[in-house]
């Protein structure tokens, strides 16, 4: 190739070159704000506008999908804000509900309070004396509440004025204390009542708590008003609550007052309805703390017939063990519990001694000893001699049942 042929063909690609950096600066200059340029596609004059046209409807939609995702998170930030804000306004409403009526209470008292301060006050008396000599006619008899101020309400209002506390908090009443003999008598006339009346004792109780809860003798009833709720209530996280509860202050009063057999008998009780509540194991478990403390308490109280009647039963529960409670026993504890029928029968029959005619429970469990050991005679003696014995609450009533049940599989 000659010289003057090179020098023409490096002027055409020069001019070529020139021409091309020409053609793209004025496109940018004349192409939308924010449109990508893509070289190679543009020197490709065929698909030049497609490509152009794709990368911004690329873009466009991008930007669209962002901008709808802010606002979801927008709409719902305002929605939870909302939430809350309908949430906290329930609460408020509950709250005002609930303390309304006692600032009602609240302002009568405070009001009654004024009225008797105002009638015993001196000023108040002389107007009332030169009224009376002048004989306007005015009755010298008092109404009831003004009696009641000159009787000594206002001291015994001021006194109660201190146990209020400031807003809407709940107003104690004022009722008399009743000493811990007094309360102990009236627990135990309730206890052998009806279901009502232990629910009465059991509120009873409650409301002397903090009063006595160092007390030997009220804890030990407290623990077997527990033990009633247990048999009242149907619900089973409400009787595993009753008998976790009893089960701690049975736990107290044996830790208080260790020679006290009453204080064993309950706690024993209260871990039968725990062991109740829970599944193989924690029967397995309770069922040896319930036997140790029922063991010290026939000890310490020998002539007590529930001891004898809650024996039994752990008798013949151990007595019907299946094999395979057995073995989880001994795996869990290094020892199986063993009892026979006729241990059972025999503590059964111990509590009838001790008290004729003391349960039907009693006489169930008579009846169903005496049919396991093939002794229909005597299981029917006991039945009859259940059906002598009032039905005063819902385990009587429930007896009952088993017995008719029980007589009509001997028939």
Known sequence: MSQSTSKGLIFG?????????????WYQKIRKPGSIMNLP????LSNEFQSIDLQDAVHDERGTVVVLQQSQLQILEKLNDLLMSVEELKEEVK?????????????R?????KMALRRTSPQHQATRKKKTEAGRGISTSNSSEEAESEGGYVTAQSDTEKEYLPGFKAIKKTVKRLTLPVL????????????SDKRKSFE?????????????????????????????????????????????????AISQAPKNGYC???????????????????RIKYGQLFKKHLDRALELIPDEPFLYYLNGRYCYSVFKLNWMEKKMASVLFGMVPTSTLEEALKNFLKAEELKPGYSKYNYVYLAKCYKELG???????????????????????EAQEELENIILSLK
């Open 13 to 25: 690609i020069m001019m070529g070159t020139a021409g091309i950096s020409l053609i793209i600066v």
């Open 41 to 44: 596609k543009f020197l490709s």
């Open 95 to 107: 709250f005002l509900k609930e303390a309304l009526p006692e600032l009602e209470k609240h302002v």
């Open 109 to 113: 008292v405070e009001l009654r309070g």
């Open 184 to 195: 102990t008598q009236m627990i135990d006339d309730l206890y052998l009542k009806s279901d």
């Open 204 to 252: 009873l109780l409650c409301d002397y708590k903090n009063k006595y809860k160092d007390e030997t003798e009220f804890i030990w009833r407290l623990t077997r008003a527990y033990g009633d709720m247990c048999d009242l209530s149907t619900d089973i996280e409400e009787k595993r609550k009753y008998a976790s509860d009893g089960k701690d202050q049975g736990e107290r």
């Open 264 to 282: 064993h008998l309950w706690y024993a009780n209260l871990c039968g309805y725990v062991a109740e509540c829970g599944g193989l194991q924690n």
């Open 375 to 397: 002794q229909k005679e005597n299981a029917l003696t006991y039945c009859d001699s259940a059906s002598l014995v009032d039905s005063v609450n819902k385990k009587d009533h």
